[in-house]
Protein backbone atom coordinates (compact mmCIF):
# COMPACT_ATOMS: atom_id res chain seq x y z
CA UNK A 1 0.00 0.00 0.00
CA UNK A 2 0.98 3.85 -0.45
CA UNK A 3 0.24 6.76 1.84
CA UNK A 4 0.91 9.80 0.63
CA UNK A 5 2.93 8.99 -2.46
CA UNK A 6 5.17 6.69 -0.39
CA UNK A 7 5.33 2.88 0.49
CA UNK A 8 4.55 2.36 4.30
CA UNK A 9 7.80 0.87 4.68
CA UNK A 10 9.05 4.42 3.73
CA UNK A 11 6.75 6.02 5.70
CA UNK A 12 8.14 3.80 8.59
CA UNK A 13 11.88 4.98 8.18
CA UNK A 14 11.03 8.43 7.50
CA UNK A 15 9.73 8.46 11.23
CA UNK A 16 12.46 6.70 12.45
CA UNK A 17 14.42 9.13 10.80
CA UNK A 18 12.78 12.22 12.58
CA UNK A 19 13.19 10.23 16.01
CA UNK A 20 16.76 9.87 15.53
CA UNK A 21 17.25 13.74 14.81
CA UNK A 22 16.13 14.64 18.03
CA UNK A 23 19.74 13.10 19.47
CA UNK A 24 21.64 14.70 16.62
CA UNK A 25 19.79 18.66 16.99
CA UNK A 26 19.62 18.55 20.58
CA UNK A 27 23.05 18.34 21.10
CA UNK A 28 23.24 21.81 18.27
CA UNK A 29 20.75 23.54 20.18
CA UNK A 30 21.61 26.06 22.86
CA UNK A 31 18.65 26.95 25.29
CA UNK A 32 18.30 30.12 23.66
CA UNK A 33 17.95 29.16 20.41
CA UNK A 34 15.27 26.78 21.29
CA UNK A 35 13.50 29.21 23.54
CA UNK A 36 12.90 31.24 19.95
CA UNK A 37 12.68 28.67 17.74
CA UNK A 38 9.48 27.74 19.76
CA UNK A 39 6.04 28.46 17.88
CA UNK A 40 3.53 30.24 19.97
CA UNK A 41 0.95 27.40 20.10
CA UNK A 42 3.58 25.52 22.65
CA UNK A 43 4.23 28.29 24.31
CA UNK A 44 5.46 27.87 28.21
CA UNK A 45 7.85 29.68 30.89
CA UNK A 46 10.36 26.84 30.54
CA UNK A 47 13.66 27.97 31.85
CA UNK A 48 17.35 26.00 32.32
CA UNK A 49 18.65 27.42 35.70
CA UNK A 50 16.60 28.75 38.91
CA UNK A 51 19.01 30.69 40.81
CA UNK A 52 16.69 31.15 43.72
CA UNK A 53 16.27 27.45 44.59
CA UNK A 54 13.27 25.97 46.03
CA UNK A 55 11.12 27.43 48.90
CA UNK A 56 10.19 26.64 52.80
CA UNK A 57 7.49 24.78 51.31
CA UNK A 58 9.22 21.71 50.40
CA UNK A 59 8.81 21.25 53.73
CA UNK A 60 4.64 20.79 53.34
CA UNK A 61 4.58 19.23 50.04
CA UNK A 62 6.02 16.64 47.74
CA UNK A 63 5.87 15.44 44.32
CA UNK A 64 6.63 11.99 43.52
CA UNK A 65 6.95 9.37 40.19
CA UNK A 66 7.84 5.97 40.43
CA UNK A 67 9.15 4.29 37.11
CA UNK A 68 10.84 1.18 35.12
CA UNK A 69 13.86 1.22 32.51
CA UNK A 70 10.64 1.55 29.83
CA UNK A 71 9.33 5.01 31.21
CA UNK A 72 12.60 6.09 32.18
CA UNK A 73 12.83 8.45 29.12
CA UNK A 74 9.37 9.84 30.00
CA UNK A 75 10.29 10.40 33.38
CA UNK A 76 13.08 12.56 32.55
CA UNK A 77 11.20 14.60 29.93
CA UNK A 78 8.57 15.06 32.52
CA UNK A 79 11.23 16.34 35.13
CA UNK A 80 12.63 18.89 32.48
CA UNK A 81 9.34 19.90 31.87
CA UNK A 82 8.07 20.07 35.63
CA UNK A 83 11.41 22.02 36.75
CA UNK A 84 11.58 24.22 33.50
CA UNK A 85 8.37 25.91 34.09
CA UNK A 86 8.76 29.27 35.68
CA UNK A 87 7.43 30.31 38.29
CA UNK A 88 7.12 26.31 39.84
CA UNK A 89 5.53 25.15 43.00
CA UNK A 90 8.06 24.32 45.37
CA UNK A 91 8.64 20.85 47.00
CA UNK A 92 10.44 17.86 47.59
CA UNK A 93 11.11 15.52 44.43
CA UNK A 94 11.23 11.86 45.04
CA UNK A 95 11.69 9.03 41.99
CA UNK A 96 10.99 5.72 43.19
CA UNK A 97 12.69 2.97 40.55
CA UNK A 98 12.52 -0.31 39.47
CA UNK A 99 15.38 -2.55 39.64
CA UNK A 100 15.47 -2.98 35.88
CA UNK A 101 17.16 0.76 35.52
CA UNK A 102 20.24 0.00 35.24
CA UNK A 103 22.73 1.94 37.95
CA UNK A 104 24.86 3.92 35.67
CA UNK A 105 21.50 5.57 34.44
CA UNK A 106 20.71 7.13 37.88
CA UNK A 107 23.04 9.97 37.57
CA UNK A 108 21.23 11.10 34.35
CA UNK A 109 18.62 11.87 37.20
CA UNK A 110 21.36 14.25 38.96
CA UNK A 111 22.31 16.09 35.90
CA UNK A 112 19.21 16.96 35.03
CA UNK A 113 18.40 18.42 38.46
CA UNK A 114 21.81 20.37 38.76
CA UNK A 115 20.82 22.00 35.31
CA UNK A 116 17.64 23.03 37.33
CA UNK A 117 19.10 24.07 40.47
CA UNK A 118 16.86 21.38 42.52
CA UNK A 119 17.43 18.15 44.35
CA UNK A 120 15.71 15.04 43.63
CA UNK A 121 16.01 12.23 45.65
CA UNK A 122 16.38 9.05 44.36
CA UNK A 123 14.99 5.82 46.03
CA UNK A 124 15.98 2.60 44.79
CA UNK A 125 13.00 -0.62 44.32
CA UNK A 126 15.18 -2.58 47.65
CA UNK A 127 14.61 0.49 49.87
CA UNK A 128 10.58 0.79 49.62
CA UNK A 129 9.47 -2.49 48.54
CA UNK A 130 9.79 -4.14 51.95
CA UNK A 131 9.84 -7.84 50.45
CA UNK A 132 9.16 -9.63 46.97
CA UNK A 133 5.49 -9.05 45.58
CA UNK A 134 4.18 -11.22 42.96
CA UNK A 135 0.93 -8.75 41.16
CA UNK A 136 -1.43 -9.28 38.17
CA UNK A 137 0.52 -7.33 35.14
CA UNK A 138 -2.13 -8.79 32.62
CA UNK A 139 -5.38 -6.23 31.90
CA UNK A 140 -7.79 -9.32 30.24
CA UNK A 141 -10.42 -9.35 28.14
CA UNK A 142 -11.80 -5.88 28.75
CA UNK A 143 -8.47 -3.85 29.12
CA UNK A 144 -7.39 -4.62 25.87
CA UNK A 145 -5.59 -8.26 26.76
CA UNK A 146 -2.75 -6.48 27.00
CA UNK A 147 0.21 -6.26 30.34
CA UNK A 148 1.53 -3.56 32.41
CA UNK A 149 4.47 -2.79 33.96
CA UNK A 150 4.54 -4.34 37.90
CA UNK A 151 6.25 -0.89 38.40
CA UNK A 152 2.35 0.78 38.24
CA UNK A 153 1.70 -0.79 42.05
CA UNK A 154 4.94 1.18 42.96
CA UNK A 155 2.97 4.51 43.90
CA UNK A 156 0.96 2.40 46.74
CA UNK A 157 4.68 1.88 48.23
CA UNK A 158 6.29 4.76 47.54
CA UNK A 159 3.37 6.58 49.26
CA UNK A 160 3.75 4.03 52.43
CA UNK A 161 7.10 5.02 52.08
CA UNK A 162 7.21 8.39 52.24
CA UNK A 163 4.06 8.37 54.79
CA UNK A 164 6.10 6.72 57.56
CA UNK A 165 9.49 8.68 56.88
CA UNK A 166 8.17 12.22 56.11
CA UNK A 167 5.99 14.68 57.89
CA UNK A 168 4.28 16.22 54.35
CA UNK A 169 1.21 17.94 54.26
CA UNK A 170 0.32 17.26 50.69
CA UNK A 171 1.87 14.73 48.21
CA UNK A 172 1.31 14.65 44.51
CA UNK A 173 2.20 11.26 42.37
CA UNK A 174 2.49 12.00 39.00
CA UNK A 175 2.67 9.26 36.03
CA UNK A 176 5.60 9.81 34.11
CA UNK A 177 4.22 9.43 30.76
CA UNK A 178 2.53 13.33 31.20
CA UNK A 179 4.16 16.53 30.30
CA UNK A 180 3.54 19.55 32.64
CA UNK A 181 2.73 23.18 30.95
CA UNK A 182 2.38 25.54 34.05
CA UNK A 183 3.41 26.16 37.22
CA UNK A 184 1.28 23.64 39.75
CA UNK A 185 1.24 25.26 43.05
CA UNK A 186 -2.62 26.12 42.93
CA UNK A 187 -3.20 22.32 42.41
CA UNK A 188 -1.56 21.86 46.10
CA UNK A 189 -3.86 24.64 47.02
CA UNK A 190 -7.10 22.51 46.19
CA UNK A 191 -9.70 22.61 48.88
CA UNK A 192 -10.44 18.54 49.52
CA UNK A 193 -13.29 19.53 52.24
CA UNK A 194 -13.24 16.15 54.19
CA UNK A 195 -11.85 13.75 51.33
CA UNK A 196 -8.49 12.16 51.63
CA UNK A 197 -7.06 12.19 47.96
CA UNK A 198 -8.28 14.22 45.15
CA UNK A 199 -8.30 12.71 41.04
CA UNK A 200 -9.82 12.93 37.89
CA UNK A 201 -12.76 10.77 36.69
CA UNK A 202 -11.78 8.28 34.14
CA UNK A 203 -13.35 8.41 30.35
CA UNK A 204 -16.36 6.24 30.66
CA UNK A 205 -16.11 3.44 28.96
CA UNK A 206 -16.94 -0.72 28.90
CA UNK A 207 -13.75 -1.02 30.23
CA UNK A 208 -14.63 1.61 33.09
CA UNK A 209 -17.99 -0.37 33.80
CA UNK A 210 -16.68 -3.54 33.82
CA UNK A 211 -13.55 -2.66 36.43
CA UNK A 212 -16.12 -0.41 38.75
CA UNK A 213 -19.06 -3.36 38.07
CA UNK A 214 -16.70 -5.68 39.52
CA UNK A 215 -16.31 -4.38 42.19
CA UNK A 216 -19.40 -2.80 42.78
CA UNK A 217 -18.01 0.74 42.31
CA UNK A 218 -20.31 3.80 40.82
CA UNK A 219 -18.21 4.02 36.83
CA UNK A 220 -19.51 7.81 36.72
CA UNK A 221 -17.10 8.47 40.00
CA UNK A 222 -14.03 5.63 38.86
CA UNK A 223 -10.93 7.87 38.69
CA UNK A 224 -7.72 7.88 36.98
CA UNK A 225 -4.15 7.22 38.93
CA UNK A 226 -1.99 8.89 36.55
CA UNK A 227 -2.01 11.91 39.03
CA UNK A 228 -2.88 11.98 42.92
CA UNK A 229 -3.30 14.74 45.16
CA UNK A 230 -2.92 13.04 49.00
CA UNK A 231 -3.27 14.58 52.17
CA UNK A 232 -0.49 13.38 53.93
CA UNK A 233 -1.50 14.96 57.44
CA UNK A 234 -4.38 13.17 57.78
CA UNK A 235 -4.12 10.35 60.06
CA UNK A 236 -7.02 8.09 57.91
CA UNK A 237 -4.85 8.08 54.96
CA UNK A 238 -2.23 5.54 55.75
CA UNK A 239 -5.24 2.74 56.35
CA UNK A 240 -6.36 3.79 53.37
CA UNK A 241 -2.95 2.88 51.74
CA UNK A 242 -2.82 -0.15 52.95
CA UNK A 243 -5.90 -1.42 52.24
CA UNK A 244 -5.06 -0.43 48.52
CA UNK A 245 -1.88 -2.62 49.08
CA UNK A 246 -3.54 -5.60 50.23
CA UNK A 247 -6.64 -5.66 47.91
CA UNK A 248 -3.08 -5.53 45.39
CA UNK A 249 -1.24 -7.97 46.89
CA UNK A 250 -4.26 -10.75 47.82
CA UNK A 251 -7.25 -10.30 45.42
CA UNK A 252 -5.59 -9.45 42.26
CA UNK A 253 -9.06 -11.14 40.37
CA UNK A 254 -10.51 -7.69 41.41
CA UNK A 255 -8.31 -6.01 39.18
CA UNK A 256 -8.96 -5.18 35.68
CA UNK A 257 -6.75 -1.51 35.98
CA UNK A 258 -4.28 -3.07 38.59
CA UNK A 259 -3.28 -0.93 40.82
CA UNK A 260 -6.04 2.22 39.35
CA UNK A 261 -8.47 -0.55 40.68
CA UNK A 262 -7.24 -0.99 44.33
CA UNK A 263 -6.98 2.52 44.43
CA UNK A 264 -10.97 3.29 43.78
CA UNK A 265 -11.75 0.20 46.24
CA UNK A 266 -9.61 1.82 49.05
CA UNK A 267 -10.74 5.22 48.99
CA UNK A 268 -14.59 4.85 48.03
CA UNK A 269 -16.43 7.32 49.08
CA UNK A 270 -13.20 9.76 50.00
CA UNK A 271 -12.33 11.05 46.51
CA UNK A 272 -12.24 15.18 45.73
CA UNK A 273 -12.74 15.96 41.86
CA UNK A 274 -9.22 17.28 40.53
CA UNK A 275 -10.22 19.70 38.08
CA UNK A 276 -9.25 18.23 34.48
CA UNK A 277 -6.38 20.79 34.07
CA UNK A 278 -4.45 18.61 35.94
CA UNK A 279 -4.67 15.20 34.32
CA UNK A 280 -5.66 16.63 31.13
CA UNK A 281 -6.25 13.23 29.01
CA UNK A 282 -4.81 12.76 25.89
CA UNK A 283 -6.02 9.88 23.95
CA UNK A 284 -4.37 8.58 20.82
CA UNK A 285 -7.65 6.96 19.84
CA UNK A 286 -9.52 10.11 20.22
CA UNK A 287 -10.05 12.39 16.69
CA UNK A 288 -10.44 15.30 19.20
CA UNK A 289 -8.84 15.76 22.69
CA UNK A 290 -9.65 19.65 23.56
CA UNK A 291 -7.62 22.42 23.91
CA UNK A 292 -3.93 21.48 24.85
CA UNK A 293 -3.70 24.84 26.27
CA UNK A 294 -6.15 24.46 28.64
CA UNK A 295 -4.23 21.10 30.48
CA UNK A 296 -1.46 21.79 32.89
CA UNK A 297 -0.90 18.20 33.18
CA UNK A 298 -0.85 16.46 29.64
CA UNK A 299 -1.39 12.67 30.34
CA UNK A 300 -0.41 10.39 27.21
CA UNK A 301 -2.34 7.78 28.16
CA UNK A 302 -2.83 4.54 26.35
CA UNK A 303 -0.72 3.58 23.30
CA UNK A 304 1.20 4.52 21.84
CA UNK A 305 3.09 7.38 23.40
CA UNK A 306 4.66 10.31 21.95
CA UNK A 307 8.32 8.82 21.81
CA UNK A 308 6.94 6.04 20.04
CA UNK A 309 7.84 6.17 16.21
CA UNK A 310 4.20 5.40 15.37
CA UNK A 311 2.66 8.35 17.81
CA UNK A 312 0.12 10.99 16.01
CA UNK A 313 2.33 13.89 15.60
CA UNK A 314 -0.35 16.14 16.36
CA UNK A 315 0.39 16.35 19.85
CA UNK A 316 3.93 15.22 19.47
CA UNK A 317 5.11 18.79 19.88
CA UNK A 318 4.49 19.15 23.43
CA UNK A 319 6.69 16.32 24.28
CA UNK A 320 9.24 16.65 21.66
CA UNK A 321 10.15 20.13 22.54
CA UNK A 322 11.37 18.53 26.23
CA UNK A 323 13.42 15.64 24.88
CA UNK A 324 15.34 18.39 22.99
CA UNK A 325 16.26 20.07 26.35
CA UNK A 326 17.06 16.94 27.74
CA UNK A 327 19.06 15.73 24.75
CA UNK A 328 20.84 19.37 25.52
CA UNK A 329 21.64 17.88 29.11
CA UNK A 330 22.48 14.41 28.69
CA UNK A 331 26.02 13.28 27.26
CA UNK A 332 25.05 12.08 23.46
CA UNK A 333 25.94 8.19 24.43
CA UNK A 334 23.54 7.49 27.50
CA UNK A 335 20.76 9.56 25.71
CA UNK A 336 20.84 7.17 22.70
CA UNK A 337 20.52 4.46 25.67
CA UNK A 338 17.76 5.56 27.19
CA UNK A 339 15.75 6.35 23.82
CA UNK A 340 16.60 3.10 22.40
CA UNK A 341 15.43 1.45 25.82
CA UNK A 342 11.50 3.39 25.57
CA UNK A 343 11.14 1.98 22.15
CA UNK A 344 12.24 -1.81 22.75
CA UNK A 345 9.37 -4.30 22.80
Known amino acids: QRTGGLHDGEVFLALVQEDLAIVQSARALSPSVQSSARS???RSNWVLHNPGGAGAAEDERCIFLCTNQRYFLSLLTFLCSFLGQAPQASARIFVFLDRD???????????????????????????????????????????????????????????????????????????????CRGDLTPMFGLDFGDKLIAACVEDYSLE???????????PLAYFNSGVLLLRFDDPGLGSM??????????????????????????????????????????????????????????????????????????????WRVWALVLGSILPQALYVDIFAAANRD
Not at 142 to 150: H, I
Not at 210 to 218: H, K, S, T
Open 40 to 42: ARY
Open 101 to 179: VPRHWYGSIAMVAARFNRSIEVIPEADFMEEEVEHRVDYGFFAGGSNLSRAAYFRLYAARYLMRRHRFARAAYVDTDII
Open 208 to 218: VINAAGRNGLD
Open 241 to 318: IEEAIRVSEKEPERLVFHDQCALNIAFRGKVATLPQRFNFYLRPSRERNGFLEDGVLLHFLDKPKPWDIVFDRSYREE
